[in-house]
């Protein structure tokens, strides 16, 4: 799914709460990491598939939206008629050619490691990976950036919109994260597992 369907489609998505998860707030706050979030939903597996699904649908609609836009950056007056007359339109305002590409790197990025968490709770979930493997590997990048709302404000909407919504999808993932290692720091192994984090690699092979 790419273009006007794939934003449709996760919109509708959130709106609904058909992935499990509250409905989205329509506070600008929400766009930024960490604030103003609800509270998160259990890990399991129907969550971890959905979110998944919608990482999919966010990597496809990034990945074709940042090479539209720098075909369009990359042609000439001539060209310009080729295009859609939305795009031609945005154009007009978009950000240059570095600030895409920095803008597009980092939403993908930010996709790929809500991703791999997802991989890895699937893993998980399939008996693929151990709990230590899980808790080992399985961490999601803390504190990653955030992109520059100057340069979002300037591309077609449409593609803003992605990059808002994988913003969206980071600050839920990373609550799921942060709630599950706070459960598993809590439960009857904590200490055992602080013991063998802090012990000597010669003593934990011994």
């Known amino acids: 799914m790419t273009g006007n369907f794939a934003i449709a489609w996760l919109c509708q998505c959130e ?34 598939e959905a979110l998944y699904v919608e990482a999919l649908v ?26 859609s007359t939305g795009f031609a339109r945005d154009h007009m305002t978009c950000p240059d050619t570095v600030e895409v590409t920095c803008e597009a790197l980092r939403t993908s990025t930010r996709v790929m490691h809500c991703l791999a968490w997802l991989l890895n709770q ?21 504190h990653f950036p955030v992109s520059d709302a100057r340069v979002v404000a300037r591309l077609p909407e449409e593609l803003a919109e992605v990059v808002r919504q994988s913003e969206r999808l980071y600050v839920r993932i990373q609550r799921l994260d942060t709630a599950w290692r706070s459960e598993r720091m809590a439960g009857p192994g904590a200490i055992e597992r602080l013991r063998e984090r802090l012990a000597p690699t010669g003593l934990r092979q011994a």
């Open 58 to 83: 966010l990597s496809d609609a990034a990945r074709s939206g940042f090479d539209d836009l720098r075909a369009v950056s990359g042609q000439g007056a001539r060209s310009m008629a080729a295009v």
């Open 122 to 142: 699937r893993a998980w979930f399939a008996g693929q990976l151990s709990a230590v493997q899980l808790r080992r590997h399985g961490r999601l990048v803390n």
């Open 15 to 48: 709106t609904l709460g058909v992935l499990g998860l509250p409905p989205r707030l329509s506070s600008p706050a929400t766009h930024r990491y960490g604030s103003g979030m609800p509270q998160v939903v259990s890990i399991n597996p129907h969550l971890v």
